[in-house]
């Protein structure tokens, strides 16, 4: 064997036996796993909290709610941050629009708007007048 051929074994040996010692930080393996059991206990202790609790908190033009069960009627409350037109969207899990609402704005005072026949999960998304933002409650 040539010189410069068992220099490159053994350098490559090295990086071979460095890289072996040295724990993968970054990798996605050595993350910790998530058993789908756990998984799916976590997600249904979520959605009892928010059951029990019957009002969530979403954000205007910021996508769709947490899955909500809804059993009727589902109540919008807001205190507006600008005037205009703000828009309720009530939407099955396949995406089908199954309730809407709109609340024309003139003055900054707390806004309530009502939905009903809702049964089953839901998911909502919600606008605001030029993409204004702000909080609104889901009483449930």
């Avoid at 058993?35 to 996508?63: M, N, R, T, W």
């Avoid at 069960?69 to 409350?77: A, D, E, K, M, R």
Wanted: hydrophobic share 35%; net charge negative; aromatic share 10%.
């Amino acid at each position: 064997m040539k010189k410069y051929q068992k220099t490159t074994i053994a350098a490559l040996s090295c990086m071979a036996l460095l890289l072996a010692s040295v724990p993968a930080v970054f990798a996605d393996e050595m993350s910790m796993p998530v058993v789908p059991s756990q998984d799916a206990q976590i997600k249904q202790e979520q959605e009892d909290i928010i059951s029990a609790q019957g009002v969530l908190v979403e954000y205007f033009d910021g996508g769709y709610s947490t899955d909500i069960y809804l059993s009727g009627n589902v109540t919008f409350t807001f205190l507006p941050r600008t005037t205009g037109e703000y828009v309720f969207n009530v939407e099955d899990m396949n995406g089908n629009l199954k309730g809407s609402g709109r609340v024309i704005v003139s003055d900054l005072t707390t806004k309530t708007i009502t939905l009903g026949n809702l049964y089953g999960y839901h998911k909502i998304v919600a606008y605001s007048p030029n993409g204004g933002g702000g909080g609104y409650q889901i009483h449930f």
